[in-house]
């Protein structure tokens, strides 16, 4: 079945460096969106990405999808402590169902401040 | 505030029961999707229903049901409970059908069963 591979699992960092999430899949993708669940939280829809190679910012942080449309990333720039949550890739594979999006299993950030 | 309610936030029952979750989707969203969230396995696609009609089936078990009402709002039923049906069950809407909708979450439901 379709597969989503996010790592890191877990990531903490202190605050103001970098942080970098990943999602990898074995099919080419139609498109992926990014969601935030914050602690104790729902998720929160982020971006989508489609095309291949794009590259979207909302402010600090900065979203690519790429070249083969068979990854993607989510880069968070000098990380705050309100950044800290779980970060979900969710895709949807090309040739898949129209309807169905496959969520990773997340990134936990931690923000050590 | 997503705009998408769901009733109750929290249900503690017994193996062997049956409960009823409730989901009101955003105002003008014809698209209503289960997700299942545990520990070990993440966000689980249920099930989707647009305008009434089921459009995706995931990782939905037998002894699960759902549905979307005229008024579109939808029912997840989990019957014969067992302990490792103790998750957050989330409810989501979007606007339309495809997979290419943002979807938005309400705050859950958090099933224990004892």
């Known amino acids: 079945g379709q597969q989503v591979m996010q790592i890191p699992q877990y990531q903490h960092v202190q605050e103001g460096e970098d942080f970098t999430t990943y999602c990898n899949s074995s099919t080419t993708l139609s498109n992926i969106q990014w969601y935030k669940q914050r602690p104790g939280g729902h998720p929160v829809f982020l971006i989508q990405l489609v095309k291949s190679g794009e590259v979207k910012k909302q402010k600090r942080l900065t979203f690519q999808f790429g070249e083969a449309k068979k990854n993607s990333s989510l880069h968070i720039t000098a990380t705050q402590t309100t950044d800290v949550g779980t970060y979900f890739c969710a895709e949807k594979s090309s040739g898949g169902s129209n309807y169905k999006l496959t969520f990773g299993k997340g990134t936990l950030l931690t923000v050590n401040p | 505030d997503s705009g998408v309610t769901q009733t109750p936030k929290h249900l503690i029952t017994a193996t062997g029961q049956r409960v009823t979750l409730r989901c009101s989707p955003r105002?003008?969203?014809?698209?209503v999707y289960w997700y299942q969230q545990s520990l070990d396995q993440g966000l689980q696609f249920l099930i989707q229903y647009y305008n009434g009609e089921e459009r995706a089936k995931g990782n939905i078990l037998e002894r699960f049901s759902a549905q979307q009402f005229p008024d579109l709002h939808s029912e997840l039923n989990l019957s014969s409970l067992e302990l490792g049906d103790s998750a957050l069950y989330f409810c989501?809407?979007?606007?339309?059908?495809?997979?290419?909708?943002?979807?938005?979450f309400g705050d859950g439901t958090r099933l224990s069963i004892l």
């Open positions: 989501a809407s979007s606007v339309g059908q495809g997979s290419n909708q943002p979807q938005h």
């Open positions: 105002s003008g969203d014809l698209s």
